[in-house]
């Protein structure tokens, strides 16, 4: 097997070009924004061409608003695609896993995060070698789970689908996490939050607005760490 890397910024710069011009240059009016959108693309191919063509022949004002656009929503076409690798999962238990992966442990150690996810009756190690098999995941050298932007991108949506009202999706990270909890408008829905407490005890701005209603951080932490070894609750990361 030969894994595919994904392109450097020069060389997607070249193939978006392509794509949205049929040639390797394009009117020196378009670089800026080009470069924008290439690196939202993240150096992969399939982005590259869905993005490209579909800019092919639009007005630079076109130009600036998918940019706009892409930063702010996710583009469904490549999502679409990218989705199909999720789709083909052979069951629930590994799609709920990708899921976790995707919301609450990009980054992580891989030991780490099983010993989390088979404590809440995953089958972990089977299951990021399917997400593996399937590219949705990758280990590098550190033993760290990783994962390209835009396959985060497309599983964190999948989650934001599930409700407009964030207390009532299944899965919560850092700003919607410490809102939902500072707010109260969670549900029975949620399964799991992420909370970086490490940046919240960091930045004092933050802390004041983000602890309104929490006595004690060092009482959190060790609440968040019992709650992750109970099989029988909703776990923290």
């Known amino acids: 097997m030969f894994e595919v890397k994904e392109l450097n910024f020069n060389e997607s710069l070249q193939l978006f070009h392509w794509f949205a011009f049929g040639c390797n240059s394009m ?41 706009e656009k892409l930063e702010g929503i996710p583009n469904s076409k490549i999502h679409k695609i990218l989705r199909i690798s999720y789709d083909s999962l052979e069951d629930d238990h590994d799609r709920n896993l990708f899921l976790d992966i995707a919301c609450l442990f990009i980054g992580k150690d891989r030991v780490y995060t099983t010993t989390i996810l088979d404590g809440c009756d995953f ?20 033993n760290k789970l990783m994962m390209h932007q835009m396959i985060r991108d497309m599983g964190r949506e999948i989650i934001r689908q599930e409700s407009p009202d964030v207390g009532e999706r299944s899965r919560l990270w ?6 939902v909890i500072r707010e109260k408008t969670g549900s029975r829905k949620i399964k799991c939050l992420a909370l970086d407490l490490q940046g919240l005890l960091e930045n004092k701005s933050k802390q004041t607005a983000t602890t309104l209603h929490f006595q004690s951080i060092p009482k959190l932490v060790w609440k968040l760490k019992h709650l992750k070894r109970c099989k029988d609750c909703n776990y923290f990361n």
């Open 174 to 179: 850092h700003k919607d996490a410490f809102n």
């Open 27 to 67: 009117p020196e009016s378009f670089m800026e924004c080009a470069a924008s959108l290439v690196k939202q693309c993240g150096g992969l191919l399939l982005a590259l061409q869905v993005l490209g063509s579909s800019l092919s022949g639009k007005s630079m004002n076109v130009w600036r608003s998918a940019l």
């Open 123 to 142: 089958y972990t190690t089977i299951g990021i070698d399917n997400l593996i098999g399937r590219s949705l995941l990758t280990i590098n050298e550190k």
